[in-house]
């Protein structure tokens, strides 16, 4: 499954951004989706993640109540609604999926339990 990932650029902060991940192909519905980021010197971080049927979101506490993960099933895309955007935000965002099991619903926030990973997005947040 290849993700393709769009959406990043440059804002103030306190801006918003929305971040899109395609995944085309019929099994797009039967994959967990996450977002993870990574800042330069960093290890890749967890930031949210959204059952098949959206009807279960995990977010990082860093971002819980500013970020909003979501998706549409239809155009086998997931988004991630980033608000109040800070400095601290600036990262490569990469949006990974897999399929639904209990050891990706349990370490849903480790990039491990994820199979499949787009090429990254770069989201800068100047202070």
């Known amino acids: 499954v290849q993700l393709q990932a769009s959406g990043g ?6 801006d918003s951004l929305r971040l ?3 995944a085309p192909g019929r099994t797009f519905s039967s994959y967990v989706m996450g977002w993870f980021r990574q ?3 960093t ?20 971002v819980n109540g500013r970020f909003t993960i979501s998706r549409d099933n239809t155009k086998n895309t997931v988004y991630l609604q980033m608000n109040s ?14 399929p639904d099991t ?3 619903r ?8 994820y199979d499949y990973w787009g090429q990254g997005t770069l989201v800068t947040v100047s202070s």
């Not at 290890?43 to 860093?62: H, L």
């Not at 349990?106 to 339990?113: E, G, L, M």
């Open 20 to 22: 899109s991940c395609a």
């Open 9 to 14: 650029g440059l804002v103030q902060a306190g």
């Open 39 to 41: 800042a330069p010197g």
């Open 43 to 62: 290890e890749r971080q967890f930031v949210a993640q959204i059952s098949r049927s959206a009807s279960r979101t995990r977010y990082a506490p860093s």
């Open 102 to 104: 209990t050891d990706l």
């Open 106 to 113: 349990n370490n849903y926030y480790d990039s491990k339990a």
């Open 85 to 98: 955007l800070k400095f601290e935000d600036t990262a490569v965002y990469y949006c990974a999926g897999g």
